[in-house]
DNA sequence: ATAAAAAGATACCAAATAAGTATCAGTTTG
DNA sequence: CAAACTGATACTTATTTGGTATCTTTTTAT
């Protein structure tokens, strides 16, 4: 099982490319430089501008730009846009809350587990992974 | 997203009444204690026989047992057998390995974050979320 | 011996999600 | 005005998830 699904990685790459550039980068661009199909880089580009991480231009000469510096946008930040939540279990009884919900040793060590999780994954930023002498 | 899918939930729950009882244990019984599907239930039990975490008995009077002690049956284990290796991301370029596989700092970080899941998970045994004055 | 009660093995099915395409509309600039 | 962009949205297709159904084999109680 994947922590990361596709959208999320390849918004991270295009996300890493646009931090690495100056001025305006267009999904066209990208879509070439990190040879990923273009109609899926667009969408992925345009929730992550829904989510706020990207800013836009419209029109001619238009593009992407981070919506912050690379150093304030998490991996987590970014997975939340296609992945939503993480949760470790939904731990459900018959479409209920577990009964045992408020004892229940298991969701008890599990929930640590996320919580660790969640916070190391707010840690990584996308300055943290961007080779500095990188040629996008 | 989740980390436990609903097999390994309903598994996690099975194995856990399994291990509270003494002598064996057949779906019939588990699926009404339990209140999950029958067929489903008897399908993950199945996948657990072969994964080697339950010993099985047929025929009349047959049911399931643990094929080692709770303590030694881990979640990590339990999650294995139906969502097999948690991987954080293939972290894949065109169906091969990322390029920058060797240096990739997104990588190194990632590894390091699914390492220590692993070890968490590792560290959660059946035996410690079972309710000792449980009643199944 | 035989029927009931169990698991083993498979094949199938439906809904949800993931992954990706297509298209039309609006915006900006040369 | 047309070329090069993004916005919005509606498909389409493949895979995974969450099951069901069924037939076989094994064991035991009667």
Same mark, same amino acid.
């Given at each position: 099982?994947?922590?990361?699904?596709?959208?999320?990685?390849?918004?991270?790459?295009?996300?890493?490319?646009?931090?690495?550039?100056?001025?305006?980068?267009?999904?066209?661009?990208?879509?070439?430089?990190?040879?990923?199909?273009?109609?899926?880089?667009?969408?992925?580009?345009?929730?992550?501008?829904?989510?706020?991480?990207?800013?836009?231009?419209?029109?001619?000469?238009?593009? @992407? #730009?981070?919506? !912050?510096?690379? $150093?304030?946008?998490?991996?987590? *930040?970014?997975?939340?846009? /296609?992945?939503? +939540?993480? &949760?470790?279990?939904?731990?459900?009884?018959?479409?209920?809350?577990?009964?045992? @919900? #408020?004892?229940? !040793?298991?969701? $008890?060590?599990?929930?640590?587990? *996320?919580?660790?999780?969640? /916070?190391?994954? +707010?840690? &990584?930023?996308?300055?943290?992974?961007?080779?500095?002498?990188?040629?996008?």
């Amino acid at each position: 099982m994947k922590l990361i699904t596709r959208d999320s990685d390849y918004a991270i790459r295009a996300i890493s490319c646009i931090a690495a550039t100056k001025g305006l980068t267009s999904v066209r661009y990208l879509s070439q430089k990190l040879e990923l199909p273009y109609p899926f880089l667009r969408k992925i580009l345009q929730a992550l501008t829904q989510g706020g991480l990207l800013f836009s231009i419209k029109g001619r000469g238009g593009g @992407f #730009k981070l919506a !912050k510096p690379a $150093k304030k946008i998490s991996i987590l *930040e970014v997975s939340r846009v /296609f992945q939503g +939540k993480f &949760i470790l279990t939904e731990h459900t009884f018959k479409g209920k809350i577990c009964p045992r @919900f #408020k004892v229940c !040793k298991l969701k $008890k060590q599990l929930d640590a587990i *996320e919580k660790d999780l969640m /916070f190391k994954l +707010k840690k &990584i930023s996308i300055d943290s992974i961007i080779e500095k002498d990188e040629n996008f």
